[in-house]
């Protein structure tokens, strides 16, 4: 059984074509469902638990990384397998995930190709693709294996689970996190960066006397340090498409 979650910037007139399109094809491959349409006035929380005990074992999220986000920690918990539609501006994890926009999403909802997925965890939030923070007066605790401290400014810092560095996609299953840290040297006429790699399972980061905003790409929004990032091995089942680069 499916359902289908709209998030609540579908409701713009200008998404409607687009929408129409999508559910006319899902009901042309078999796969249509129940439908709810997102907004500050419900409780989502309560929405999806009370339809995961009648029985949904497919929650499709329809909408951008934001709308994945915010779902993604409601259902992480749950079992059920995600499935997404992409629809509007910053579609950065279906992209990842082989997952064309619009009505063409259908077709990878109806081939059903699963594969089980990392999640980051941060201050009890869980996130999809990356955190990402300025380096200045970080500190990191790398798996109570190696330190990190950065006490000049021009560093910045990111967590990756799924996203791409440099061009090169970071794989969300295997069990570690990527961390980049990108180094600007300030030069008279041109500025050189260059990129450092290292792999961790749990990061602690604290900032020296005080405290460090961190970005969740997936939701945009922030949260501060100090902060305790862990990754939930093989969390999650979602649906993905044959192009996809992880």
């Known amino acids: 059984m499916y359902h289908y979650f709209y998030d609540s910037f579908l409701n713009e007139k200008k998404y409607q074509p687009i929408l129409a399109k999508t559910e ?9 469902g129940k439908i709810s349409k ?3 006035l ?4 309560q929405i999806i638990i009370n339809e995961v005990k009648q029985g949904v074992k497919t ?7 934001k709308t994945i986000g915010e779902i993604t920690n409601i259902i992480a918990d749950l079992d059920v397998t995600i499935g997404i539609i992409p629809i509007g501006e910053n579609n950065r994890i279906a992209r990842l995930l082989g997952i064309p926009e619009g009505d063409s999403a259908c077709d990878v909802l109806s081939a059903r190709i699963i594969q089980k997925m990392d999640l980051g965890l941060v201050n009890g939030s869980y996130f999809f693709t990356s955190l990402e923070f300025d380096g200045e007066s ?6 109570n294996n190696y330190f990190l401290s950065f006490d000049g400014k021009n560093n910045s810092i990111t967590i990756n689970n799924l996203s791409i560095a440099d061009s090169t996609p970071i794989k969300s299953n295997e069990g570690l996190f990527s961390i980049q840290i990108k180094h600007t040297q300030k030069g008279f006429f041109k500025s050189q960066t260059t990129n450092s790699f290292l792999k961790a399972q749990k990061i602690s980061i604290s900032g020296e006397g005080k405290s460090i905003p961190i970005f969740m790409t997936d939701e945009k929004k922030v949260i501060k340090t100090p902060a305790e990032v862990t990754i939930i091995p093989k969390k999650i089942d979602i649906i993905v498409g044959k192009s996809r680069l992880i």
Not at 24 to 32: E, F, K, T
Not at 59 to 65: H, K, L, P, Q, Y
Not at 138 to 143: K, S
């Open 42 to 45: 419900k409780d989502l929380d």
């Open 38 to 40: 997102l907004s500050i």
């Open 59 to 65: 929650v499709v999220i329809v909408g951008n990384d």
């Open 24 to 32: 006319s094809r899902l009901m042309d491959l078999g796969i249509n």
């Open 138 to 143: 970080a500190n990191l605790n790398c798996d």
